[in-house]
C-alpha cells in the first residue's frame, strides 16, 4: 500500500513506468476472478480508475467478462505510456473490447458505445488531442 503523500506518488509514478505490462493485466483478472467467487457477484462486472487507474480500468475492459468501464483522466493512455518501456497497446487492442465506456478528463466527457469498438483508439486520441490540459 502506498502512502497518499509525496514519497507515495514518487513511488506510484516509478511504478507506472517500471512494472511489466503483462503484470498490470494479470492483476485485473486476479480481481476480477476473485470478485467472481463472492455470492453477491452475479457476474456482470464493471472496472472503474481514476488517474492511472483510468488507464487500468480500460486495460481491465480488455477481459470479455467486463461490460463497463469508466476512466477518468486515464493517465498516458493517448501516448502509450504505461508499463515497462512505456510502450503499452492499449488503444491499439481496442477491437477486442466487448465494454461500453465513459471517459473524463479536463472537464470533459464522452462516452464510448460498446458497438463502436474499432474506434475507440482513433476516438480517444482525437478526444485528448482536442480536449485542452489533455495533452
Same mark, same amino acid.
Request: charged share 25%; with cysteine; proline share 3%.
Given at each position: 500500500?502506498? =502512502?497518499?503523500?509525496?514519497?507515495? =506518488?514518487?513511488?506510484?509514478?516509478?511504478?507506472?513506468?517500471?512494472?511489466?505490462?503483462?503484470?498490470?493485466?494479470?492483476?485485473?483478472? =486476479?480481481?476480477?476472478?476473485?470478485?467472481?467467487?463472492?455470492?453477491?457477484?452475479? @457476474?456482470?462486472?464493471?472496472?472503474?480508475?481514476?488517474?492511472?487507474?483510468?488507464?487500468?480500468?480500460?486495460?481491465?475492459?480488455?477481459?470479455?467478462?467486463? $461490460?463497463?468501464?469508466?476512466?477518468?483522466?486515464?493517465?498516458?493512455?493517448?501516448? @502509450?505510456? $504505461?508499463?515497462?518501456?512505456?510502450?503499452?497497446?492499449?488503444?491499439?487492442?481496442?477491437?477486442?473490447?466487448?465494454?461500453?465506456?465513459?471517459?473524463?478528463?479536463?472537464?470533459?466527457?464522452?462516452?464510448?458505445?460498446?458497438?463502436?469498438?474499432?474506434?475507440?483508439?482513433?476516438?480517444?486520441?482525437?478526444?485528448?488531442?482536442?480536449?485542452?490540459?489533455?495533452?
Amino acid at each position: 500500500m502506498l =502512502a497518499y503523500d509525496q514519497a507515495g =506518488a514518487d513511488q506510484g509514478n516509478a511504478h507506472k513506468t517500471t512494472k511489466e505490462l503483462a503484470s498490470y493485466d494479470s492483476d485485473a483478472r =486476479a480481481v476480477l476472478d476473485a470478485l467472481k467467487q463472492f455470492d453477491f457477484c452475479t @457476474g456482470r462486472l464493471g472496472a472503474m480508475g481514476i488517474c492511472i487507474g483510468g488507464h487500468l480500468a480500460f486495460r481491465a475492459a480488455m477481459n470479455p467478462d467486463v $461490460l463497463a468501464a469508466a476512466c477518468f483522466y486515464a493517465t498516458d493512455i493517448h501516448k @502509450g505510456g $504505461l508499463g515497462k518501456g512505456m510502450k503499452d497497446d492499449s488503444l491499439g487492442a481496442q477491437a477486442k473490447f466487448r465494454a461500453n465506456f465513459c471517459t473524463c478528463g479536463a472537464g470533459k466527457t464522452r462516452t464510448f458505445p460498446s458497438k463502436d469498438a474499432p474506434c475507440y483508439g482513433r476516438a480517444w486520441r482525437k478526444w485528448a488531442r482536442d480536449t485542452p490540459g489533455m495533452r
